[in-house]
Nanobody, 125 residues
Framework: QVQLVEAGGGLGQAGGSLRLSCAAS????????MGWFRQGPGKVREFVAT????????NYADSVKGRFTISRDNAKNTVDLQMNSLKPEDTAVYYC??????????????????WGQGTQVTVSS
């Protein structure tokens, strides 16, 4: 049974930092592109960042580029999201997801077949 379990969410301050981690089990982790998505209150789920299987190629939403960094450790089956210079608009539930399609990670939620349960991130001004 595939499980993706996020951790590290919580309350942060504007300008501060938080680090999210996602632990994967039940799958051959290195065979999957990994992504982070988020869903704010009253909003649709949106792409945040993705990293390819080998951890070489990453892509970011324009709203987080230069502030967030995605990384993965295929030996530990984890993917992390380092979030710096937080803004109140970063408040959302953050989800990690796994995709077995494509060479690089996709920005499209439907391309991901496994999802975590989400972790809340709240940024105060």
């Amino acid at each position: 049974q595939v499980q993706l379990v996020e951790a590290g969410g919580g309350l942060g301050q504007a300008g501060g930092s938080l680090r999210l981690s996602c632990a994967a089990s039940g799958l051959t982790f290195s065979m999957y592109n990994m992504g982070w998505f988020r869903q704010g209150p009253g909003k649709v789920r949106e792409f945040v960042a993705t990293i390819n299987r080998g951890g070489i190629i990453s892509n970011y939403a324009d709203s987080v580029k230069g502030r967030f960094t995605i990384s993965r450790d295929n030996a530990k089956n984890t993917v992390d999201l380092q979030m710096n210079s937080l803004k109140p608009e970063d408040t959302a539930v953050y989800y990690c997801a796994a995709s077995d399609s494509g060479v690089y990670g996709s920005r499209v939620p439907r391309d991901y077949i496994f999802w975590g349960q989400g972790t809340q991130v709240t940024v105060s001004s």
